[in-house]
T-cell receptor, first 114, second 111 residues
Framework: GAGVSQSPSNKVTEKGKDVELRCDPISGHTALYWYRQSLGQGLEFLIYFQGNSAPDKSGLPSDRFSAERTGGSVSTLTIQRTQQEDSAVYLC????????????FGPGTRLTVT | KQEVTQIPAALSVPEGENLVLNCSFTDSAIYNLQWFRQDPGKGLTSLLLIQSSQREQTSGRLNASLDKSSGRSTLYIAASQPGDSATYLCAVVGGSYIPTFGRGTSLIVHP
């Protein structure tokens, strides 16, 4: 596709349920990033993939959060046993990992935990 | 650890004014600095990217400068319009390949 896509655009879930958020990066982009943006807050880095491996998982807030990337393309962020404090917009970005490192963002998934 | 600060946090101006948004960073060992715009409820849209070897970039009414040695960048918006109202974020990428973002400047341009 022409840009980074994310699905779903909105997700409402009950506390305690598991959710999966999907990111489709720009074709050919080897680096993929997940961020979280809570209401009125800045961007919080969660995890970074280079190809299918995650050199840096340091931003994942708890062991309820996990992410994987397959085929060097699509990535899924999974949140288990969701809590109300998980409510936020989850943003995905990709770049070509060339010398420019320009970030391209998707539209985000707004997660609401009730 | 890289830290990015944006000043001011919020700005409200009448249409037509020329604006300067500031971004400062603590570690000058960067590959690039990127300015983004974020509209409410939306993702980030890239405005300008300045590589570490460059001093400025221009796109339309926007001009971004980079002074790596002093750890500063400015985004200049000429002849502001109500459609420019948004949050503007800067981010730097260094050796970790993980962008560090500022908290943003929330801009309102009123008619």
């Amino acid at each position: 596709g022409a840009g980074v896509s994310q699905s779903p655009s909105n997700k409402v879930t009950e506390k305690g349920k598991d959710v999966e958020l999907r990111c489709d990066p720009i074709s050919g982009h080897t680096a993929l990033y997940w961020y979280r943006q809570s209401l009125g807050q800045g961007l919080e880095f969660l995890i970074y993939f280079q190809g299918n491996s995650a050199p840096d998982k340091s931003g994942l807030p708890s062991d309820r959060f996990s992410a994987e990337r397959t085929g060097g393309s699509v990535s899924t962020l999974t949140i288990q046993r969701t809590q109300q404090e998980d409510s936020a917009v989850y943003l995905c970005a990709s770049n070509a990992r060339d010398r420019v490192y320009e970030q391209y963002f998707g539209p985000g998934t707004r997660l609401t935990v009730t | 650890k890289q830290e990015v600060t944006q000043i001011p946090a919020a700005l409200s101006v009448p249409e037509g004014e020329n604006l300067v948004l500031n971004c400062s960073f603590t570690d000058s060992a960067i590959y690039n600095l990127q300015w983004f715009r974020q509209d409410p409820g939306k993702g980030l849209t890239s405005l300008l990217l300045i590589q570490s070897s460059q001093r400025e970039q221009t796109s339309g009414r926007l001009n971004a400068s980079l002074d790596k040695s002093s750890g500063r960048s400015t985004l200049y918006i000429a002849a502001s319009q109500p459609g420019d109202s948004a949050t503007y974020l800067c981010a730097v990428v260094g050796g970790s390949y993980i962008p560090t973002f500022g908290r943003g400047t929330s801009l309102i341009v009123h008619p």
